[in-house]
């Protein structure tokens, strides 16, 4: 395997791993929804998945790569969260989670109004129009959900999209230091790992040349 292509790899790999991670909070939302129940709204507080930021990586000790060897490892982690670019990228990714959770937390507010007036108007109303409000309640229903999967699903591209081109950026960095080290092979520090002397891990070396590239 060529460096280029192991360090997309191994960025790509972050990519499925941080997917999983805020996909795990919302398991089975791409799935049909079931028919809703007119009488039970979703639980409040309902939110667009939030981009999760892997645990903090364990700054590696900064010190010269060994002299002569042809062996060293990467933490994408790391880079992902010391880089410019990896900052910019989750910065982004909690701006669009945000917004749609603002828009999915207004359309429960709606939910739970339609709900509050039949319960409490119930008496009063025409047989018409709490056929109305049930049929409102039904489609606002249906409207949640799938504005939540949707945006669940907008999340998840926007963050594949920006970490390929995170991978994109970084593989000509890597390729280029490990040429000039005279390296052979770049290990993803997160595949068995146990133990590496210090200096082989050239993750901050490679946050120092990906955030030196002119945007």
């Not at 191994?10 to 499925?16: E, H, K, P, Q, R």
């Not at 079931?34 to 900064?62: H, R």
């Not at 799938?146 to 907008?154: H, I």
């Not at 068995?192 to 901050?204: K, L, R």
């Amino acid at each position: 395997m060529s460096r280029m292509k192991l360090v997309s790899a191994a960025f790509l790999g972050l990519t499925l791993i941080s997917t999983a991670a805020y996909a795990q909070g919302t398991q089975g939302a791409a799935q049909t929804p079931p028919k809703p129940q007119t009488q039970t709204p979703p639980p409040a507080g309902q939110t667009a998945p939030k981009p999760q930021i892997p645990a903090a990586a364990t700054a590696p000790v900064i010190v010269p790569l060994p002299e002569g060897t042809k062996v060293a490892i990467i933490d994408p982690d790391y880079i992902a969260q010391e880089s410019a670019a990896g900052k910019a990228i989750f910065a982004q990714l909690k701006t669009l989670s945000d917004k749609r959770t603002n828009e999915l937390q207004n359309m429960q507010t709606q939910l739970q109004s339609l709900q509050n007036k039949k319960t409490t108007q119930a008496a009063i109303l025409t047989p018409q129009a709490i056929s109305q409000l049930d049929k409102d309640i039904e489609r606002l229903n249906l409207d949640l959900q799938y504005k939540q999967q949707t945006a669940q699903k907008e999340v998840q591209d926007l963050q594949s999209e920006l970490f390929q081109d995170l991978a994109t950026k970084m593989s000509p960095v890597l390729e280029a230091f490990a040429k000039e080290k005279g390296l052979l092979v770049v290990f993803d520090a997160r595949n068995g790992v146990t133990w590496a002397a210090a200096g082989m891990d050239i993750s901050p070396e490679i946050v120092k040349r990906l955030d030196a590239i002119k945007k």
